[in-house]
């Protein structure tokens, strides 16, 4: 088995990668794969020309050129800012096509992209004098598990990083705005239309009553997951600048080279003279106000009566209807796994189809119907687009084409064909497919920057509905021939609207020259239709948003109407006038960020195609990046840990490449009789080099463990992933290891060993909206190796373990059941490096590997000595209680949600000493974990529990705990 895996680890085909290749301008270094190269001067261009902009309005100029890496790893556009250790933006490549609802309000994705991202990257990389010094001295350290002190370094050095989320979101989003034209979410109607339920809900009041402003980035349990950090950040930024003027709010920005002000809190009160407490209550008050006179605006008019479906709420999908009248949705709702859906709508039933592994927010699945077959896409949030179908009535699942890349399914009922959108390079293109769908035509390859979406087929299958989306005109619902793509590939269309953003066209299923879309004409979200004379009719007025129109029959639409907690299917009664009477029957509401342009006109001037972007000679040559010879000083700083009891003193030092491809990690330490050495070389997370000499850690200052008898250590890791599809995954280490274990008084080596193993996993794992890790699935681990005595090399011992988790929800939402089963066997002669090792305490009162330290394989309660095993199983029961709120701020900590489990746990162990197991360590327990934010924005926990024997009477008999974990990612 070694053998097999390390011929295939080492053949050139587990190494192959696209070279990555680099071109320079001023201010950047694009880091990019050939297939890429087309989009080189665009993404230089834009990126200089937001720095031009953005550095002036910040008074910021970045110390050395900032790493941009294109990649296209996704079917969905997104793009990363990090300023630790290094300054780098990330941008995938594909077009933002899931702008639904306006939730994203995009013009050109690569403008607003790279815009919204360089602002992350100048407000974070700001700096006072003092933390220049701090840089130059320490680096930009990035934190690290191992050294809980490297925090501190970070935070002092670089305290914009650390500020609230909010407060980063709510920046970028205000500057991406101005800086593409007012195309930005200031001017988004979903952003209006969150703000407006919440006021219409009463949970404005709520707000305004509790004023936690630290809790703005925190959504658990609601739908809106981290977009609540965009949408209370932005609209705070928006009060803060109306109120008191674009350029106060610029100050506030700025990091003022005459202050070593490294508190957020103080750094605000000294820019506005009041406190963040107060200010955030005048901004929910304020808020609350605008969306009452929008609401009143709008009830000036009839108001839309809709019938509720189902208590569903979440993310939905675009629909469709079933021959037997049931609507087929897509719906991720807080605490449910994504689901197909069926829903009679006459008798208010519904039924689930299957599970969708892999949702993504806000379009869940692509979604299309043909007779009794749902076509539905996964790995909708990361990677390529699978298509899978099955059967209306659930079964016959199966996917018919990985990596399909596929996206705004339709189905023409005329042909059977299946058509969607598919990403090929820089651009998309219509596809089609015949059954078996496995294979598929080439239709109509679109131009640049133009994308459809939302395809939707008449019944005869001669026109086909889309949404046109492009960089240069406005959105459309568009009519698009489709005899004259397929016979001549010409891309002839009619533009039925292009008022208000409209989106998910669709036809009638009684009248089929008819034609619904959802748009915002008004700034809220209404049906509209329009008929075979041209007639254009609003069909609805709502105070809050309705989508995805559907017509069910003669005399109703199905759709999704939007609350506090997502979108609802109701159904509302046609409207029969037959006039036009777009803008008669609705008044518009205000958009919050109006009056901002009216009292600051020089906003308009931000739009970066104005600046005066420094000049790039776009015939720079490209060369090829080398991430080991770029590597760099990422931190060097001091650390102290124990080994021994003693304490030991010394350094911690990094170095890595931009791209982080590769890394050098040393701690170097000496205590009173020894010398300490802890390094590590990494390459692309595969390959992992470590040298260890008597290794300290941070963690053992209460006892020694078992780590502590090394006196040296080599190893070699070799990781490599034999399945990676999510949520399904297979990977294996295999890895060898030369130990060195030392005498009790450390005066002379004791045992060299020489280790060679392999470590399998299988994991399946899912979670839903509102828990923070996971609630279903299975995760195995099995790692078996051969020890060899360095001494005596036909002498070696066997060593294998196994461990499963088994994890779901039962009784309530979030409410999670977990069991464990461990099992291990050593065999041949004894060799410290080898055997098991159990304690309850090796980290003290801090953890560095869980918050949950009963969870461990090799835990054993109340020991307080390592006890060494050959033979060992372990049973572990626990119910997890759903997590509750807890809304503190006490300095630098804020609070923010715990959660209660209780546990059982068997435990047999056979020590080398006993001929027999063990079976005295049969436990319960309870524990209470609560989580906090360090520094606004580094996720910790505090754990405090009670561990007692099964069979025991008194109180006495068990033990209280208590310990902290820093760095939950």
Request: charge should be neutral; glycine fraction near 4%.
């Amino acid at each position: 088995m070694y053998f097999i895996f390390l011929v295939y680890i080492y053949s050139p085909n587990a190494f192959a990668n696209d070279e990555w290749l680099k071109k320079e301008s001023e201010n950047f270094i694009v880091v990019f794969k050939s297939q890429h190269s087309n989009y080189l001067n665009d993404v230089i261009k834009i990126a200089e020309s937001s720095l031009t902009r953005i550095g002036t309005l910040l008074d910021y100029k970045p110390p050395k050129k900032l790493y941009i890496k294109l990649v296209d790893h996704r079917d969905e556009g997104s793009g990363r800012a990090t300023s630790l250790p290094v300054n780098r933006i990330t941008i995938n490549l594909s077009s933002y096509t899931v702008t639904d609802y306006e939730y994203k309000l995009v013009s050109n994705t690569l403008t607003w992209l790279v815009s919204h991202e360089l602002v992350h990257i100048a407000v974070s990389d700001q700096a006072t004098p003092l933390q220049e010094l701090m840089r130059k001295l320490f680096g930009k350290v990035m934190p690290r598990r191992s050294s809980p002190l490297s925090l501190i370094y970070s935070s002092l050095a670089n305290s914009e990083v650390y500020s609230p989320a909010w407060y980063h979101e709510g920046i970028a989003v205000f500057f991406e705005t101005w800086l593409n034209t007012g195309k930005g979410r200031l001017f988004s109607a979903f952003d209006e239309m969150y703000f407006r339920t919440l006021e219409k809900e009463g949970l404005l009041t709520v707000a305004r009553s509790e004023n936690q402003w630290h809790q703005a980035n925190i959504a658990h349990d609601q739908f809106i997951v981290g977009a609540k950090a965009y949408l209370f950040g932005s609209r705070f930024i928006l009060h803060l600048s109306k109120k008191y003027g674009v350029e106060q709010l610029l100050a506030w920005i700025k990091v003022s080279k005459k202050s070593n002000t490294f508190s957020f809190e103080k750094k605000f009160k000294e820019a506005f003279n009041v406190t963040i407490e107060a200010e955030w209550s005048c901004f929910i008050e304020e808020e609350s106000d605008f969306q009452r006179k929008n609401l009143s605006r709008l009830a000036l008019s009839p108001v839309t009566l809709t019938k509720p479906l189902s208590l569903r709420n979440g993310w939905v999908s675009r629909p469709a209807i079933s021959r037997n009248k049931e609507i087929i949705y897509a719906s991720f709702e807080p605490g449910e796994l994504a689901k197909l859906i069926a829903l009679n709508v006459e008798k208010g039933t519904e039924r689930i189809i299957a599970d969708i592994p892999t949702p993504g927010l806000v379009r869940v699945s692509e979604l299309s119907l043909l007779k009794e077959t749902v076509f539905f896409t996964t790995h909708n949030n990361s990677g390529y687009r699978d298509l899978w179908s099955i059967n209306i009535d659930g079964k016959n699942k199966k996917r018919i084409w990985k990596d399909a890349r596929l996206s705004h399914l339709a189905v023409n009922n005329t042909s059977g064909e299946l058509w969607g959108i598919k990403k090929t390079g820089m651009n998309f293109a219509l596809i089609k497919l015949e059954a078996p769908f496995t294979k598929y035509q080439h239709v109509y390859t679109l131009p640049k920057n133009i994308v459809l979406t939302d395809l939707a087929f008449k019944k005869d299958g001669t026109r086909l509905l889309a949404t046109l989306k492009s960089d240069k005109i406005e959105q459309s619902i568009v009519s698009i021939d489709v005899e004259a793509l397929e016979l001549q590939s010409r891309f002839l269309y009619k533009v039925i609207s292009n008022s208000g953003n409209p989106e998910h066209p669709s036809w009638g299923t009684y009248n089929q020259d008819k034609i619904y879309w959802h748009a915002t004409v008004n700034g809220v979200s209404n049906i509209y239709s329009h008929g075979i004379n041209d007639d254009t009719n609003i069909q609805t007025n709502t105070l809050t948003g309705l989508y995805s129109p559907l017509e069910f029959d003669e005399k109703k639409v199905f759709a999704f109407e939007f609350n506090s907690q997502g979108f609802s299917p109701v159904t509302f009664d046609l409207n029969k006038a037959d006039e036009k009477q777009i803008d008669k029957q609705v008044n518009a509401i205000n958009f919050k960020a109006q009056q901002l342009v009216l009292d600051h006109p020089p906003l308009l001037q931000w739009n970066i195609n104005n600046s005066d972007a420094t000049s790039t000679n776009f015939d720079e040559p490209v060369s090829v990046y080398s991430g080991l010879f770029s590597m760099e000083r990422i931190s060097s700083i001091p650390v102290f840990g124990y080994f021994d009891n003693k304490a030991v003193f010394g350094g911690y030092f990094e170095f890595a490449d931009p791209l982080e491809t590769h890394s050098f990690r040393l701690g170097i330490g000496k205590s009173k009789n020894n010398f300490h050495i802890d390094a590590n070389y990494l390459f692309e997370h595969k390959v992992l080099v470590n040298y260890q000499q008597k290794p300290m850690s941070f963690y053992n200052y209460s006892k020694e463990s078992a780590n502590e008898k090394l006196s040296s250590s080599l190893g070699l890791e070799l990781k490599h992933y034999w399945r990676y599809d999510r949520p399904s995954e297979v990977s294996q280490i295999f890895y060898s290891r030369l130990n060195q274990q030392r005498t009790q008084d450390n005066s002379a080596v004791k045992q060299s060993s020489f280790h060679i193993g392999t470590k399998l996993q299988f994991k399946s794992l899912r979670k839903t909206i509102g828990y923070s890790g996971y609630e279903h699935g299975y995760k195995v681990e099995i790692d078996y190796q051969h020890i060899f005595n360095t001494n005596a090399l036909i002498e070696f011992s066997e060593r294998w373990s196994a461990n499963l988790n088994y994890m779901h929800p039962i009784f309530l939402q979030h409410n999670i059941l977990n069991c464990q089963i461990s099992y291990g066997q050593y065999t041949g002669k004894k060799l410290d490096a080898g055997i098991f090792y159990f304690s309850d305490s090796d980290s003290g009162f801090f953890e560095e590997g869980t918050s949950r330290r009963y969870q461990l394989e090799h835990y054993l309660a109340n020991t307080k000595l390592a006890v060494g095993a050959k033979k060992y199983k372990k049973l572990l029961i626990e119910n997890r209680f759903p997590p509750f709120s807890i809304s503190a701020k006490i300095g630098p900590l804020t609070f923010n949600r715990a959660d209660l489990s209780v546990y059982a746990m068997y435990t047999d162990i056979v020590t080398f000493d006993s001929p027999s197991y063990l079976d005295s360590n049969k436990y319960w327990g309870i524990q209470m974990t609560s989580y906090f934010d360090t520094v606004y924005s580094l996720n910790s926990s505090l754990s405090i529990g009670y561990v007692s024997p099964l069979d025991s009477n008194s109180f006495k008999d068990g033990k209280l705990y208590l310990y902290a974990k820093f760095f939950q990612f």
